[in-house]
């Protein structure tokens, strides 16, 4: 059986050319396809809402399929952009939703937010990139999860980003060897705990980050090792793949359906 370690490093041996396997896949081909030729098409909001298959394209490739049936939610996303302070998108901790504005500004660009590299090439790259991981993750969890630090890893800059985000604190949690139990103890004193054990400056270093990610994949094949470990846990409401209670609350108060 191959390890969390070993698969984890043949994947992202050569990322380039990972990704360019999961992007031949039959169906990421034709749903890529299908994306890249109508997208340039799309001038508004309405229009985006209007044709499913691509906003669920949209949705997958920020990490945001499971908040695909909230349109009202994501209609004010979207239309209300990042350029304000006071914009839906920049009062949500979670970054997935700005990322998405920064794909498909609307707010700022108009008619023009889909002609720009970003929204093409740079969505389906996107695309690509969380297929791999969800890929991984169906064989491994542990790979998906050194798969996800890895990208995220960057915009770490503080011991509460990595509390915000259930997936990169199992991977922290993991690698310094602190028990599940930590995570319900007093949020500043987890995070002051993780900005000691860590300078998250080598976060940015390619090298440090890999040597960070080599003791996760190694550790938890230890600690993981077992049937009665639920892969898919992690991944759940908590982490940042599912919807945390704040979110729904602010569901709720929207009329849902997308208008």
Same mark, same amino acid.
Do not use: C
């Given at each position: 059986?191959?390890?969390? @370690?070993?698969? @984890?490093? $043949? ?13 031949? #896949? ?37 990490? $945001? ?7 009202? /939610? ?13 914009? /839906? ?17 609307? !707010? ?11 929204? #093409? ?12 991981? #969800? ?9 998906? &999860? ?13 011991? @509460? ?5 259930? !997936?990169?604190? #199992?991977?922290?949690?993991?690698? &310094?060897? &602190? ?17 000691? !054990? ?14 960070? $990610? ?14 009665? @470990?639920?892969?898919?846990?992690? /991944? ?24």
């Amino acid at each position: 059986m191959t390890t969390t @370690y070993t698969s @984890y490093k $043949l994947i992202t041996a050569d990322l380039t050319k990972s990704l360019e396997r999961v992007s031949e #896949q039959p169906d990421v081909a034709r749903e890529t396809e299908y994306y890249l030729s109508k997208i340039g098409g799309i001038k508004t909001v309405d229009d985006f809402f209007a044709d499913s298959r691509l906003y669920n394209y949209a949705m997958k490739a920020h990490g $945001l399929e499971d908040m695909a049936y909230a349109k009202a /939610f994501m209609r004010k996303v979207l239309s209300e952009g990042i350029d304000s302070d006071d914009a /839906f998108a920049n009062k949500l901790t979670d970054g997935r939703y700005k990322a998405l504005v920064e794909s498909l500004n609307f !707010a700022r660009n108009g008619e023009a937010a889909t002609s720009f590299d970003r929204a #093409q090439k740079g969505v389906a790259d996107k695309y690509a990139r969380q297929t791999l991981e #969800q890929n991984a993750g169906e064989e491994n969890a542990g790979v998906r &999860l050194a798969l996800y630090f890895s990208r995220m890893a960057p915009t770490i800059t503080s011991g @509460y980003a990595i509390i915000a985000d259930e !997936a990169l604190a #199992q991977v922290v949690r993991t690698a &310094l060897q &602190l028990p599940d139990e930590f995570a319900a103890t007093d949020v500043d004193r987890q995070a002051e705990a993780y900005e000691a !054990a860590i300078d998250l400056k080598d976060f940015q270093d390619p090298e440090k980050l890999a040597a960070f $990610l080599d003791r996760f994949t190694a550790l938890w094949e230890v600690n993981n090792s077992t049937d009665s @470990y639920d892969p898919l846990a992690v /991944f759940g409401s908590s982490s940042g793949y599912g919807i945390s209670s704040d979110l729904l609350l602010s569901i709720n108060s929207l009329k849902l359906g997308g208008r």
